[in-house]
C-alpha cells in the first residue's frame, strides 16, 4: 500500500499523528456500534420468527372461531350481524433509536361502539370471533414492525461494516506507513544534520589552531 506524499516536517508528522489516533478512535467506535447493531438485529430476527407463528396460530383459531360461528347461527345470520359491527382500527407509529438508526414502534388499537346487535342474536362464537381477529390485527402490527426495523437495521450494519473495514484495511495502515516513513526521513535528516554540523566544528577548530 502506498503511502501518502507528504513534506517530511516535524508539524505534518504531528498532524498525521493526530489524525492516526482519530482515526483509531474511530475504529473502535464503529467496531462497537457494528457489535451492538449485530446483537440487536439478531435479537429482532428471533422476535420476528417467533411473531410469525404467533400470526399464524392467531388466524387459525380466528377463523376457526368463524367457523364455529356459522355453524352455531348459520352463515346468513352472520353475514347480517356483522354488518352491525362498529369497531375502528388504528396503528398509533412512534419510533426508538438503537446506535442512531431510527425503528419504528407500532401500537394497535381498537374503538368499538357497541352494542354490535340484541343479546339474543349474539353468541360466544361471536365474541370469540371478533376479539380473535382484533389480537390478529395486534399481532400483525408487531409483526411489520419488526420486519422494518430487521432491514433498517441489516441495511446500517452493512454500512457500518464497509466504514470498520475501510479503516481497518486501507486508512489506518495508509496513515501509519506515512507516519513511519516521515519519521525515518526526519530521523535521517538529523544525523545528516549532526554529521554536518561535527565536521564543520572540526573544520572550525583545525583552522583556529
Known amino acids: 500500500m502506498a503511502a501518502r506524499s507528504v513534506a517530511p516536517t516535524k508539524t ?9 489516533a482519530l482515526a483509531r478512535q474511530g475504529h473502535e ?18 422476535q420476528a420468527v417467533d411473531f410469525e407463528g404467533q400470526v ?10 368463524l367457523e364455529e360461528s356459522v355453524l352455531d347461527g348459520g352463515r346468513l345470520q352472520i353475514l347480517h350481524l356483522s354488518g352491525a359491527v362498529n369497531i375502528t382500527a388504528g396503528m398509533q ?11 419504528p414502534v407500532v401500537n394497535t388499537s381498537f374503538t368499538e361502539h357497541p352494542p354490535y346487535f340484541s343479546p339474543t342474536e349474539g353468541s ?15 399481532l400483525i402490527g408487531k409483526l411489520a414492525e419488526l420486519k422494518v426495523s430487521i ?3 441489516a441495511r446500517d450494519v452493512r454500512r457500518t461494516i464497509r466504514k470498520v473495514n475501510a479503516l481497518e ?6 496513515l501509519e ?27 572550525l577548530a583545525m583552522k583556529e589552531v
Open 12 to 20: 505534518n508528522l504531528l498532524s498525521l499523528r493526530q489524525e492516526l
Open 29 to 46: 467506535l464503529l467496531d462497537q456500534k457494528r457489535n451492538i447493531l449485530v446483537i440487536e438485529l439478531l435479537a429482532l430476527v428471533d
Open 56 to 65: 399464524n396460530k392467531a388466524l387459525a383459531d380466528a377463523y376457526a372461531a
Open 93 to 103: 407509529i412512534s419510533s426508538r433509536k438503537v446506535m442512531g438508526v431510527r425503528l
Open 124 to 138: 360466544f362464537w361471536i365474541d370469540e370471533t371478533i376479539d380473535s381477529f382484533k389480537k390478529v390485527l395486534e
Open 151 to 153: 432491514m433498517r437495521l
Open 169 to 174: 484495511k486501507i486508512a489506518i495502515p495508509e
Open 177 to 203: 506507513e506515512t507516519v513511519d516513513l516521515i519519521q525515518d526521513r526526519l530521523e535521517e535528516n538529523e544525523r545528516e544534520m549532526f554529521v554536518l554540523m561535527k565536521m564543520v566544528k572540526q573544520r
